[in-house]
């Protein structure tokens, strides 16, 4: 099975109330911590409304995040295209690109608020096939084509060339989709990867087994190939050592981000006040848009999304704040310590080899003992060392088991039954001298043990 990337989707959702110099900051260290725990990829959005969603420009935040990252992929997640000239989009996306060294994913899409489109004096009837359009000049831009003019409705292009292309050879992109069919055909059009940003719903977990149909159908239809490796699927989860502990962490969190921005600020459909934040998390949890649990609960709930959509290439955490700044960073880093091998089964050698020694433990050890035992018969001084060493273990509170800092003594000698047992008389007796060529020093004499110079 091929090893699956993982990510997260910052858009953010912030609760208005708190400095908005240090949540752009602490949106920064996320992104660091998230590339020294070895995340793949990073996908900021752009929003002008809502107060909580407060980033404004994802090329310009990426430019930032790229100066504290090293290697981890930063991907917009999205630019709205209908709000800006293409021409300008595909300047800004080779720059970032250069600037970050070639780690930049293009992802795109309508516009997620009305309040938005309301304020840019646009139509939401038109934002999707704007996007359509927009995307038709971009990747012709990106792919370097000659000189070329453009006109339409909402935009013009005058012998538009880009004068820099992009530090990658082929800029990886990616098409927002939600519940419609229209993000997923929009990739299976232009060949390119998918969003899945409405999976952090029931609605949008149930609508995702037929969602990449749409894109295998649209690609088809217009000579392009799609592969699930490059799909990416939005999931919701909050992590600790014990489910009752993340609940904890997570549940009053949950219930702010539900209740004011979801229901209050927003008005999604379907999405009602809920007063107990005991009972929210269950109806979270239990319709399966997110996961407050365990490293475990979230590997079973991974496998069991790929089943259920036949197989995708990235997981994207959706980033929140329903916990402290400090736990959620531990829970990430739970995630990629815990939830990442077992998925990828980055430790099966591991654990088939410990497995082994288990299994083999009775010959291994016996053999090693006797051999143990054999090398300390062979020296009188180590055969009575250890003679007074069982000696002590025999007498102890937990004489014949092992405890820490006792080696293989007691083994070796039941594996070597026919090696001669020393004796404390054998541990007193001075171990034989060779002659010395110089006169003993005094000083030396007078250090030794009363016992050795009485035998001198």
């Given at each position: ?310 197989g995708f290439g990235t997981v ?21 310590r815990y939830v990442i091998p ?52 025999a007498s102890a509170p937990q ?58």
């Amino acid at each position: 099975m091929a090893r699956m990337k993982f990510g997260t989707f910052l858009a953010p959702h912030h609760p208005v109330g708190e400095h908005p110099t240090l949540q752009f900051q602490t949106d920064l260290d996320f992104a660091a911590h998230l590339d020294r725990l070895g995340f793949d990829e990073f996908w900021v959005g752009e929003h002008h409304s809502s107060g909580w969603e407060m980033i404004a420009s994802p090329e310009m935040f990426l430019a930032a995040a790229g100066q504290v990252t090293h290697t981890i992929r930063l991907g917009t997640g999205v630019i709205s295209l209908p709000y800006h000239h293409p021409f300008n989009v595909a300047q800004r996306l080779v720059q970032l690109d250069h600037m970050t060294r070639g780690r930049v994913i293009f992802g795109s899409g309508p516009g997620a608020l009305p309040s938005d489109a309301r304020v840019l004096g646009i139509n939401p009837m038109v934002q999707r096939d704007r996007q359509d359009e927009a995307l038709s000049v971009i990747t012709r831009l990106l792919r370097g084509e000659p000189r070329f003019s453009y006109e339409c409705e909402w935009f013009k292009l005058r012998d538009a060339e880009l004068q820099l292309l992009p530090v990658q050879e082929e800029m990886e992109m990616a098409a927002a989709s939600s519940i419609s069919p229209s993000g997923m055909t929009l990739a299976g059009k232009y060949g390119m990867g998918a969003l899945s940003i409405a999976s952090t719903s029931s609605e949008g977990l149930q609508a995702l087994p037929t969602q990449w149909s749409f894109a295998e159908e649209a690609a088809a239809k217009h000579g392009k190939t799609v592969d699930r490796k490059n799909w990416r699927v939005l999931m919701m989860f909050h992590l600790a050592e014990t489910r009752q502990q993340a609940e904890a962490e997570a549940m009053l969190g949950l219930q702010k981000w539900h209740n004011i921005y979801n229901v209050h600020v927003l008005g999604r459909p379907g999405a009602l006040h809920v007063d107990d934040p005991r009972e929210l998390l269950e109806q979270t949890v239990a319709g399966g848009a997110a996961v407050v649990g365990t490293p475990d609960d979230m590997v079973k709930a991974i496998l069991r999304l790929q089943e259920v959509t036949g197989g995708f290439g990235t997981v994207l955490g959706f980033a929140h704040d329903w916990a402290s700044r400090e736990n959620t960073f531990r829970s990430w880093d739970m995630f990629a310590r815990y939830v990442i091998p077992e998925v990828n089964r980055l430790t099966v050698r591991q654990k088939a080899s410990a497995d082994y020694l288990a299994a083999n433990k009775a010959e291994l050890m016996g053999g090693a003992g006797a051999a143990i035992a054999a090398k300390i018969q062979e020296n009188a001084r180590a055969a009575a060392a250890m003679a007074v060493t069982l000696q002590q273990q025999a007498s102890a509170p937990q004489a014949g088991g092992w405890r820490p800092g006792v080696g293989a003594g007691t083994s070796a000698e039941a594996e070597a039954p026919k090696a001669k047992k020393a004796t404390k008389k054998d541990a007193e007796k001075p171990a034989a001298r060779k002659p010395e060529a110089k006169k003993p020093d005094t000083k030396k004499k007078l250090a030794a043990p009363k016992k050795a110079r009485a035998a001198e």
